[in-house]
């Protein structure tokens, strides 16, 4: 006989079940071997990479440990590791204190997220970063219910553009350069915490939240439950939320709450003393004066789950301890864990080309050194403009005997206008009379006749 043993990878079927198909689906089903080792950014170094430049090789250490952090920070369940506790989690690898539970229930009052954009971009940057609270139709909180800022970002990107104009003598020139258009948007998260006590039925239940790369631990899928429907909050978290309170109640998780980075969780600051007073669990008195200081975790008796990393932020949701166990255990988490940031440079229709020296601190543009100047481009730019940016050749041509044949007639005025101003200016000299001329002519040393004088025939 022989002995198998498998470590990590699907299940070994002892029936018409080859060593590659236990190999083909060993990626989905990883397991650790060992609980000591070096992390695999210490690997990178000046040794092992003497081709890197100092100026890469310390931000690839930095973003290779960073994205380490992160595989660990959405592989973390945690949750009741006691076996003995009826809040045992058979899921959680991280003890979180939970394993009794006081009962406590909390309404969930929904969310909203508002933006704003500045700047000169065509663009709206802050498309997909509105969200009104269902609850309201608005960007804000139902009644009984108080605002909780979750957390805050931009949004920013560049547009490159074209200008051309006419430039040189008397404008018969077509100059064009390309310049940049900044805009970003700021969009704030909330989310609506009750003021004090209220109607179990005014607000939403609890359905999860999941992003385009993190499932939702409800339906070990990116949705949500039967009867709920998503609402987005910062850049890509989907909380779902319903108010069918009567088919929807079975597929919800009784919520205690959000915090970040940014601000604490409103909900965890009575866990200590709301067994001392009972009238403070729902003070917003008490609210209003540990805003500050509200600690970044769960009530006593609810887990912390991390829902997404925005701008290397961390947003967590607390539901109650073992919630998730009876949907199985959930599949590793794998990496990357945010989009790329396609919108951050609108390109429009202008191609760019850079070379990178051997450092990479020094970047050539080589649209720019194979562009030509403005000198050439307006003796050849006009055909390639056409009709879009300036004139073609043709109006070039014609408004430029236009112009010279108007300049001709001016020089031609101008110099008629010269000459009989010029004359105008002489002195003034009497011409004598021509018959008057002609008799003293006659008169004067003229031989003279008189009627007894002879005549000849």
Same mark, same amino acid.
């Given at each position: ?228 429907y998503p609402l987005k909050l910062g850049l890509g978290m989907q909380v779902c939320v319903s108010d069918d309170y009567e088919l929807g109640f ?46 970044? #975790?769960?009530? $006593?008796?609810?887990?912390?789950? @991390? !829902?997404?990393?925005? *701008? +290397?932020? &961390? ?43 051997? #450092?990479?601190? $020094?970047?050539?543009?080589?649209? @720019? !050194?194979?562009?030509? *100047? +403005?000198? &050439? ?40 206008m010269y000459r009989r101003h010029q004359r105008s200016r002489r002195p003034y000299h009497r011409m004598p009379n021509p018959e008057t001329g ?20």
């Amino acid at each position: 006989h022989s002995v198998i043993n498998a470590i990590g990878g699907p299940v070994f079927q002892p029936n018409n079940f080859t060593l590659n198909q236990w190999a083909s689906g060993l990626s989905g089903d990883l397991v650790a071997v060992d609980k000591s080792g070096y992390p695999i950014y210490e690997l990178i170094s000046a040794q092992t990479l003497p081709e890197l430049p100092p100026s890469i090789l310390f931000p690839l250490v930095q973003t290779v440990k960073s994205a380490v952090e992160e595989y660990y920070k959405f592989n973390i369940y945690r949750g009741c590791t006691n076996l003995d506790s009826p809040n045992f989690s058979f899921i959680a690898n991280v003890d979180d204190g939970t394993c009794e539970s006081p009962e406590t229930n909390y309404t969930f009052g929904g969310v909203y997220q508002q933006c704003k954009q500045s700047g000169q971009l065509s663009q709206n940057l802050c498309n997909g970063l509105v969200q009104k609270n269902p609850l309201t139709g608005a960007q804000s909180c139902p009644s009984g219910y108080e605002s909780v800022l979750l957390n805050e970002g931009t949004r920013s990107a560049t547009e490159s553009r074209r200008r051309c104009h006419h430039c040189g003598f008397l404008g018969l020139r077509h100059c064009c350069d390309n310049y940049n258009v900044y805009g970003s948007a700021k969009y704030q998260s909330f989310w609506c915490v009750a003021q004090g006590h209220v109607d179990q039925q005014s607000g939403f239940q609890f359905g999860g939240i999941y992003t385009n790369k993190i499932d939702n631990p409800l339906t070990q899928s990116r949705g949500c439950p039967l009867y709920f429907y998503p609402l987005k909050l910062g850049l890509g978290m989907q909380v779902c939320v319903s108010d069918d309170y009567e088919l929807g109640f079975r597929y919800s998780v009784p919520f205690a709450g959000l915090f970040s980075c940014m601000t604490g969780n409103p909900l965890a600051v009575h866990q200590d003393t709301s067994f001392k007073n009972p009238d403070m669990l729902h003070s917003l008195s008490s609210y209003l004066k540990a805003s500050n200081n509200w600690p970044r #975790g769960c009530p $006593t008796g609810y887990s912390m789950h @991390l !829902a997404t990393i925005e *701008n +290397s932020c &961390e947003i967590n949701y607390c539901v109650k301890a073992n919630a998730f166990s009876d949907k199985g255990l959930p599949p590793v988490r794998r990496p990357p864990f945010m989009d790329l940031p396609g919108d951050a440079y609108v390109d429009s229709g202008i191609s760019e080309e850079y070379m990178i020296s051997t #450092g990479g601190e $020094t970047w050539t543009d080589l649209t @720019l !050194a194979n562009q030509p *100047n +403005s000198a &050439e481009e307006a003796d050849r730019g006009g055909d390639s403009q056409g009709n879009e940016d300036g004139l073609s050749s043709g109006s070039t041509a014609t408004i430029a005997i236009v112009i010279t044949l108007v300049i001709l007639a001016t020089v031609a005025m101008v110099t008629v206008m010269y000459r009989r101003h010029q004359r105008s200016r002489r002195p003034y000299h009497r011409m004598p009379n021509p018959e008057t001329g002609a008799e003293n002519r006659r008169e004067y040393g003229a031989t003279g006749h008189t009627e007894d004088s002879p005549q000849t025939a």
